[in-house]
């Protein structure tokens, strides 16, 4: 089984996250940056898959020159390959051009099995797993908290307001993880040694087979017209409750107009 | 002059992506279940297991052998990391990676290497070592225990104290006597003993202060027999050896150790002092509990930068007696003050289970008993300082 693996390279989910004021993008300098939480459950997933039926498992991630560590990570917890899509042309590409690009590196590989976490901490849209699906036409089995693979049918569990679903689709398909699937492994102390020494490729957009010109902020559907800084807490109001409590809380909604 | 140029088995980048790994899994999957530690005096099953997994019982243990392969120089950075938590998770792995794994590193044959690291990389072997007996701590050349000549193997006998891990120990290192003590030879040996070996007691497990998860107790040893391949070192000479090299590497570890969790209560303090109001002021907004964290903070970076140079002076062979006593003494001496400083600044709340500076408080006050008391440390110091003086003036 071909498995691969899209992961993204995130800032830290604790730190403080900062947007550059000169073109409104998110300043990735400003705090660490960390494999995307929900990807870790993909590839410990691709990793089980694997483990249970052989094959390979590759790691796609687009993003900045030091998106490669996060590759890396995800290498040295056992998987087989890197591919890194790395250009100048793609800052502040949106989900669209991302998908796009995914879309075409992914194509004409031969993958049975394509997974992601089903959203990124960062941008929290979870559109890019569909999208990617949908341009590759592919099946999507979404936000599965199981993955069964028999022989070349993939059949995953999502669980809903009012139960579960169980999705089936004959390979190749696209599948998004959430959290509740697995516990992702640690790299071991060899695997983080074994990572230094694992394949990668380097793509950049034109290896893709993606137009420069559609993708990067210019060709982003959507800008950031403008933005503030959230303002800080302000002070709250104390009420000392000497026994007409209720009343003055009752007055508080009344005036904010929440009663 | 000091040539220090890295450690080829483990390159800076794969050693920076190690350390990233450790601290991540500190902060992540053990500081969470610290007081679980403590109050089931337990290193959960799950957590050992991710814990060997990683790598962690090997982490210096060469590559040959199936280890990391860390030098002293990686190892004390890995040690400030470790520190930052419940101290029992770096004792589970302390004693396969310094003292008694340290022994077989530097002492033992091919054969011996080849039976028992492996297994001590990756944690299926745990390897205790006895060398405290009583009457015998500070003193071990003083030791009782005995190992005599058996057709072509030998018999112990003797009873051992306070030894780490000794209640899950596949493997002993017993330091016994072969000879009477002189003043030019200790008279002992180091053996090795499979903790399976008929003969072995190991008495309930102790009721320490503090280090909860860790455990220590009495070995006995009676009649117990091995084989010739059992003494480490062609002759009965290398033992008394290899208990002061494997001390004196452990002593840096040790320092490092106590960086990491003066750091970790220091940062405690700080954000305590940060949050808690005293009449709706922060109390860090008092300068006498400023002073406090100053001098906290104060005390963490000398240890810093003291562990870190005499783990590079080691490292270099440019000092291998002095500088890992020195250091020793200096940072566990340091996170005790530090320890007390952060229990004052949290109050009453610094006295109360389950606040980690009260465990921290505890914690901490084994590193200056254990491999070598601060007072022997002193002596070691000033001892070694003045024989080389006097040396200087006989020449
Ligand atoms: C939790 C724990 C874990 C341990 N783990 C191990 C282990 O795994 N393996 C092992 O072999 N041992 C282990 N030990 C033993 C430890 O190394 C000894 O307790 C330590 O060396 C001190 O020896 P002692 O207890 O006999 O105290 P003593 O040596 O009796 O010390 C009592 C006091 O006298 C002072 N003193 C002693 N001699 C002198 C001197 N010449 N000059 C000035 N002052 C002196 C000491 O500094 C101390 O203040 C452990 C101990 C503890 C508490």
Same mark, same amino acid.
């Given at each position: 089984m071909k498995i691969a693996v899209c992961v993204k390279q995130v800032p830290d989910t604790w730190a403080e996250k900062r947007l550059r004021p000169a073109d409104s993008l998110l300043d990735r300098e400003s705090a660490e940056g960390v494999l995307n939480e929900l990807d870790e459950y993909a590839v410990e997933e691709a990793l089980k898959i694997q483990e249970a039926h052989g094959g390979e498992v590759t790691i796609v991630s687009m993003g900045p020159e030091r998106a490669v560590e996060t590759i890396r990570k995800a290498l040295s917890m056992g998987a087989d390959a890197g591919i890194h899509i790395v250009d100048d042309a793609l800052s502040g590409s949106d989900a669209l051009a991302t998908s796009a690009v995914l879309a075409g590196v992914l194509k004409d590989r031969g993958f049975d099995l394509i997974i992601f976490g089903s959203e990124s901490t960062d941008a929290r849209m979870s559109v890019v797993p569909a999208m990617v699906s949908e341009r590759l036409g592919l099946p999507q089995l979404t936000f599965a908290q199981k993955v069964d693979?028999?022989?070349?049918?993939?059949?995953?569990?999502?669980?809903?307001?009012?139960?579960?679903?169980?999705?089936?689709?004959? !390979?190749?398909?696209?599948?998004?993880?959430?959290?509740?699937?697995?516990?992702?492994?640690?790299? !071991?102390?060899?695997?983080?040694?074994?990572?230094?020494?694992?394949?990668?490729?380097?793509?950049?957009?034109?290896?893709?087979?993606?137009?420069?010109?559609?993708?990067?902020?210019?060709?982003?559907? !959507?800008?950031?017209?403008?933005?503030?800084?959230?303002?800080?807490?302000?002070?709250?109001?104390?009420?000392?409750?000497?026994?007409a409590g209720g009343v003055k809380i009752a007055e508080f909604l009344a005036t904010n107009k929440i009663i | 002059?000091?040539?220090?140029?890295?450690?080829?088995?483990?390159?800076?980048?794969?050693?920076?992506?190690?350390?990233?790994?450790?601290?991540?899994?500190?902060?992540?999957?053990?500081?969470?279940?610290? &007081? =679980?530690?403590?109050?089931?005096?337990?290193?959960?099953?799950?957590?050992?297991?991710?814990?060997?997994?990683?790598?962690?019982? $090997?982490?210096?243990?060469?590559?040959?052998?199936? $280890?990391?392969?860390?030098?002293?120089?990686?190892?004390? =950075?890995?040690?400030? =990391?470790?520190?930052?938590?419940?101290?029992?998770?770096?004792?589970?792995?302390?004693t396969n990676n310094g003292i008694a794994g340290q022994v077989l590193v530097d002492f033992g044959s091919k054969?011996?290497?080849?039976?028992?690291?492996?297994?001590? #990389?990756?944690?299926?072997?745990? #390897?205790?070592?006895?060398?405290? =007996?009583?009457?015998?701590?500070? &003193?071990?050349?003083?030791?009782?225990?005995?190992?005599?000549?058996?057709?072509?193997?030998?018999?112990?006998?003797?009873?051992?104290?306070?030894?780490? &891990?000794?209640?899950?120990? &596949?493997?002993?290192?017993?330091?016994?006597?072969?000879?009477?003590?002189?003043?030019?030879?200790?008279?002992?040996?180091?053996?090795l003993v499979p903790g399976e070996a008929a003969g072995i007691e190991v008495g309930p497990h102790d009721h320490k202060m503090g280090q909860e998860g860790s455990r220590t107790a009495d070995v006995n040893f009676s009649n117990v027999h091995v084989g010739a391949d059992a003494l480490v070192g062609e002759d009965g000479d290398a033992g008394y050896r290899a208990a002061l090299t494997s001390l004196a590497r452990g002593r840096i570890h040790i320092a490092g150790l106590a960086v990491g969790t003066a750091q970790r209560a220091l940062d405690e303090s700080v954000s305590y002092a940060a949050s808690a109001t005293q009449g709706g002021v922060a109390i860090g907004d008092f300068q006498l509990v400023q002073a406090m964290i100053a001098d906290m903070q104060t005390g963490v970076m000398a240890g810093r930068a003291l562990a870190r140079e005499a783990a590079l002076a080691y490292q270099t062979g440019e000092d291998r007696r002095i500088a890992p006593s020195v250091a020793k003494l200096y940072c566990t001496e340091m996170v005790g003050k530090v320890a007390d400083l952060a229990v004052q600044v949290h109050g009453g709340m610094g006295y109360m289970r389950e606040v980690a500076v009260e465990r921290i408080y505890r914690d901490v006050r084994l590193l200056r008993l254990y491999e070598g008391t601060s007072e022997i440390q002193r002596l070691i110091i000033g001892a070694g300082l003045v024989k080389s003086a006097k040396r200087k003036l006989g020449s």
């Open positions: 693979v028999n022989g070349g049918t993939i059949t995953i569990e999502r669980q809903t307001d009012y139960g579960f679903d169980s999705v089936e689709a004959s !390979s190749p398909v696209v599948v998004s993880v959430v959290e509740k699937i697995n516990e992702p492994r640690y790299p !071991s102390f060899k695997g983080i040694m074994a990572a230094k020494k694992k394949p990668l490729e380097t793509l950049s957009v034109a290896d893709a087979g993606v137009a420069a010109g559609s993708v990067g902020t210019g060709a982003a559907w !959507s800008v950031v017209a403008d933005f503030a800084a959230r303002p800080p807490k302000a002070a709250g109001t104390i009420v000392n409750d000497e026994g | 002059m000091r040539m220090y140029s890295g450690n080829p088995d483990v390159p800076d980048d794969v050693f920076r992506d190690v350390l990233i790994q450790i601290r991540d899994f500190v902060r992540t999957r053990v500081i969470p279940r610290e &007081n =679980e530690i403590m109050s089931t005096d337990e290193i959960p099953a799950d957590l050992r297991a991710q814990i060997a997994d990683m790598g962690l019982f $090997g982490f210096a243990i060469p590559q040959e052998w199936g $280890g990391l392969g860390l030098d002293l120089v990686q190892d004390v =950075e890995l040690a400030m =990391e470790l520190g930052y938590t419940s101290l029992s998770v770096r004792s589970m792995v302390g054969e011996q290497k080849s039976r028992w690291l492996p297994g001590i #990389a990756s944690g299926e072997i745990v #390897a205790s070592f006895a060398l405290t =007996e009583p009457g015998a701590g500070s &003193n071990p050349a003083s030791l009782r225990t005995t190992a005599t000549p058996d057709g072509d193997g030998w018999i112990i006998n003797g009873s051992k104290q306070y030894i780490t &891990n000794a209640p899950n120990a &596949n493997l002993f290192i017993v330091f016994a006597r072969v000879r009477a003590q002189t003043d030019k030879d200790p008279g002992i040996a180091v053996f």
